[in-house]
């Protein structure tokens, strides 16, 4: 299994400032023969399912604010919210797809 | 748009079999590129997948799960089920299903299964 894990569990930033959430992979998701790295970030709030923020680790789903930016490579990537704002408190989740079973991080909370 | 709806029983007695059912609309689950996922969240926990069919039927599995699994497609309602038998307490969580071309691209809301005597 590909282990996700990312950090930190929790961090608080404060209105209009960056967050940025770390996720390292146990083995590389980067697929060799299309150069795609198989690795998706969601955005979860209590009681609603998981958002598709970033896919492809930097394509930002379609409706998703540009403030959301995905990066990385390999086996570790990053999420970045470039200026916070208060509708962004959740928590995010890494996951892999390159192989199964498909497996996800432990989740990073973002408070205010 | 796809949309998807889980549906089966809240409550499930141990060492029973949990049955849950996804109603999809916007997608057919017998033709296109996609599979069709169970994903499940004990409550404040993180995400953990359970498996997933292929369009042709084809199916893959959590090992940690498999040996107690199964998935299947019911073509003529736009439906995918899931059967998990002997559960535990360790099964109660909320469990959604979702639409996986790669990435998991739409899920259901999920809904809440505890397991409980």
């Known amino acids: 299994d590909i282990v996700m894990t990312q950090s930190p569990d929790s961090l608080a930033v404060s209105l209009g400032e960056r967050a940025t959430i770390n996720c390292k992979s146990s083995?590389?998701?980067?697929?060799?023969?299309?150069?795609?790295?198989?690795l998706a970030w969601y955005q979860q709030k209590p009681g609603q399912p998981p958002k598709l923020l970033i896919y492809?680790?930097?394509t930002r789903e379609s409706g998703v604010p540009d403030r959301f930016s995905g990066s990385g490579s390999g086996t570790d990537f990053t999420l970045t919210i470039s200026s916070l704002q208060a509708e962004d408190v959740a928590t995010y989740y890494c996951?892999?797809?390159?192989?199964?079973?498909?497996?996800f991080g432990g989740g990073t909370k973002v408070q205010i | 748009q796809v949309q998807l709806q889980e549906s089966g029983p809240g409550l499930v007695k141990p060492s029973q079999t949990l049955s849950l059912t996804c109603t999809v609309s916007?997608?057919?689950?017998?033709?296109?590129?996609?599979?069709w996922s169970w994903i499940r969240q004990p409550a404040g926990k993180g995400l953990e997948w359970i498996g997933r069919?292929?369009?042709?039927?084809?199916?893959h599995y959590n090992p940690s799960l498999k040996s107690r699994v199964t998935i299947s497609l019911d073509t003529s309602k736009n439906q995918f089920s899931l059967k998990l038998s002997s559960v535990t307490a360790a099964d109660t969580a909320v469990y959604y299903c979702?639409?996986?071309?790669?990435?998991?691209?739409?899920w259901g809301q999920g809904t809440q299964v505890t397991v409980s005597s």
């Open positions: 492809w680790a930097s």
């Open positions: 996951h892999q797809y390159y192989s199964t079973p498909l497996t």
């Open positions: 979702a639409k996986n071309w790669n990435y998991l691209d739409s």
């Open positions: 083995q590389s998701v980067l697929y060799s023969s299309n150069n795609k790295n198989y």
């Open positions: 916007g997608a057919s689950v017998s033709s296109g590129d996609y599979y």
């Open positions: 069919i292929y369009t042709s039927g084809s199916t």
